[in-house]
């Protein structure tokens, strides 16, 4: 796999991903099995560290950083708030399973679609590449407004393991924003990873 492709399959997954909570979409949520269940409630009982029955953003940074993960703290917020049904900044166990069940159920989606995809008997290449390209912007385009600004370029990268120096975010603005309004849209995007 090129470094190229491997970047547009990161793109995609996280697209993906950013897009299951910004559609209305159904997602068909299988239940738990009694194993994943119990599985499920340990780990919780593993972020929720002085055991409130809640989990806060602090306590789930401090777990991934355990982990070994870095993740900002802005991201952070972000999954807390999209799990969080009251918006108090707070997960409760059954919104914790809830959200678990979301994030499996569109692991699940997106497998099924790759299955058909590789069963499909002449895949198009340039609809997968088209489809990659959607997938990636919306990445990067994370308010939905058609534009990537500079904090949205800033934060996908960081999103995806490759953060950039502000000398770095400069020098991509300038090759990107071909129409230097400051933002790039759709086509400069495309051209730039094209």
Known sequence: MSPMSGLRH?????????????????VKKKPFTDVELSDLRTAFDLLDRNRDGRV???????MLKNLGI????????????????????LINEAEFLQWVGRIQALRDEQH??????ENASKPDELD?????????????DRDGNGFITR?????????????????QLTQLLAIADLDQDGRI??????????
């Not at 990161?10 to 159904?26: E, V």
């Not at 849209?185 to 094209?194: G, I, S, V």
């Open 56 to 62: 806060t953003a602090n306590e789930l940074q401090f």
């Open 112 to 117: 099924q679609q790759q299955q058909q995809e």
């Open 128 to 140: 997968d590449v088209t489809q990659d390209l959607i997938a990636a912007f919306r990445v990067f």
């Open 10 to 26: 990161q793109l995609k997954m996280l697209g993906t991903a950013l897009l299951g909570k910004r559609t209305p979409k159904s």
């Open 70 to 89: 870095n993740v900002r703290d802005e991201i952070i917020n972000d999954l807390i708030r999209e799990a969080s049904h009251s918006g108090n900044g």
């Open 151 to 167: 904090d949205e370029l800033q934060t996908a990268m960081e999103m995806i393991g490759e953060p950039l120096t502000e000398t």
């Open 185 to 194: 849209d759709y086509e400069e995007f495309t051209k730039l990873l094209l």
